[in-house]
């Protein structure tokens, strides 16, 4: 099959993805039965997936760069679930290899993502790929698999007889200088605050230099005060700065947002971590130390592979998950 069709299929699911009342209603479903995905985040997700991922130009570019030689395969997926419509690209991939797919969807994000999928199955009219959804996976050649460390565990033991990407917990750090504009401390609470806090490129981290005033991210902040209104944030907001308060930990906080200092770079929601740092030194020790944890890495200073401020939420094509090249693992 040509590749071109795929990617003309691919196109067609971004335009179908646009605003309509059929897709109003998916979003409306989708939040009633998870109230974590708020339908001003399923729009930015599906925002970024138009932009991103469905965008012609930018799948032609990722096609190229690499030899798309079809073989007959099944490709078993089992998509994450905590941001919306977070295990497309894994999707998009098997699609663009031309591999049949047996989808088990996350029980947090199976109205939004088996809409997503069964649109691009009526898409697909010359049926190149097969695509199942299923709540047991059968027999199958390969699998990448995306959960927690626990479920991790379970995926190794169960997979280890075939070829597999196993996926398991990562997050984001945040490396300031104190220098930090205004704008760019907003584009940060992007980083932070979007899906709130859930995803692996979200921040949960900063390292900050020793005489930081807290007190500019606090004011950045205002931008997601509204979260003070969202009772699922509001609860875990409230239970964590109770247990810091019984611990006799120290901490920062307003409404919404708690700050402290933490060796640990994963952090409860609505709580942010943070080390100060006295040089490169101890940056570059902080990052070595967590590498295996770090999914990306935001910053306004000159670290390798950092990105700007505020953009860890828009990642492209090219931005695999663990940084394992999902299109290779299928095709090779």
């Known amino acids: 099959m040509d590749i071109d069709y795929r990617i003309d299929c691919l196109v067609k699911l971004g335009a179908s993805l646009n605003q309509s009342d059929t897709l109003a209603e998916i979003i409306e479903r989708t939040y009633q039965k998870n109230n974590w995905f708020t339908p001003e985040f399923?729009?930015?997700?599906?925002?970024?997936?138009?932009?991103?991922?469905?965008?012609?130009?930018?799948?032609?570019?990722?096609?190229?760069?690499?030899?798309?030689?079809?073989?007959?395969?099944?490709?078993?997926?089992?998509?994450?679930?905590?941001?919306?419509?977070?295990?497309?690209?894994?999707?998009?991939?098997?699609?663009?290899?031309?591999?049949?797919?047996?989808?088990?969807?996350?029980?947090?994000?199976?109205?939004?993502?088996?809409?997503?999928?069964?649109?691009?199955?009526?898409?697909?009219?010359?049926?190149?790929?097969?695509?199942?959804?299923?709540?047991?996976?059968?027999?199958?050649?390969?699998?990448?698999?995306?959960?927690?460390?626990?479920?991790?565990?379970?995926?190794?033991?169960?997979?280890?007889?075939?070829?597999?990407?196993?996926?398991?917990?990562?997050?984001?750090?945040?490396?300031?200088?104190?220098?930090?504009?205004?704008?760019?401390?907003?584009?940060?609470?992007?980083?932070?605050?979007?899906?709130?806090?859930?995803?692996?490129?979200?921040?949960?981290?900063?390292?900050?230099?020793?005489?930081?005033?807290?007190?500019?991210?606090f004011e950045a902040s205002v931008k997601y005060e509204h979260f003070f209104n969202h009772q699922k944030y509001m609860n875990n907001c409230d239970y964590n700065r109770t247990l810091l308060l019984m611990n006799k930990t120290e901490f920062l906080c307003n409404d919404y947002l708690i700050i402290k200092e933490d060796d640990s770079i994963f952090s409860q929601i609505a709580t942010l971590h943070f080390n100060y740092y006295d040089s490169m030194e101890d940056i570059n020790h902080s990052i070595e130390k967590d590498r295996q944890h770090i999914q990306c890495i935001v910053s306004s200073m000159q670290l390798e592979g950092a990105l700007p401020l505020g953009t860890s939420q828009t990642p492209s094509l090219f931005d695999f998950a663990d940084g394992v090249d999902t299109m290779r693992f299928i095709l090779q």
Do not use: W
């Open 42 to 217: 399923i729009q930015t997700s599906i925002n970024a997936i138009r932009q991103e991922y469905l965008n012609e130009s930018k799948l032609r570019a990722f096609a190229a760069a690499y030899d798309i030689v079809e073989k007959k395969q099944n490709l078993g997926l089992i998509l994450a679930g905590n941001i919306p419509a977070v295990g497309f690209h894994d999707v998009l991939c098997g699609f663009l290899c031309g591999a049949d797919m047996t989808i088990k969807l996350s029980s947090k994000d199976d109205v939004l993502m088996k809409y997503i999928i069964l649109q691009l199955i009526e898409i697909d009219v010359k049926k190149s790929v097969e695509i199942n959804i299923v709540e047991r996976l059968g027999p199958i050649d390969k699998i990448i698999a995306t959960g927690s460390a626990n479920s991790n565990r379970y995926f190794e033991y169960y997979f280890k007889k075939y070829p597999n990407l196993l996926r398991s917990n990562k997050t984001s750090l945040g490396v300031l200088n104190g220098n930090e504009s205004k704008a760019e401390l907003t584009a940060l609470m992007d980083d932070i605050f979007m899906y709130f806090g859930m995803g692996c490129r979200n921040v949960s981290k900063i390292l900050v230099p020793r005489d930081y005033v807290f007190d500019q991210i």
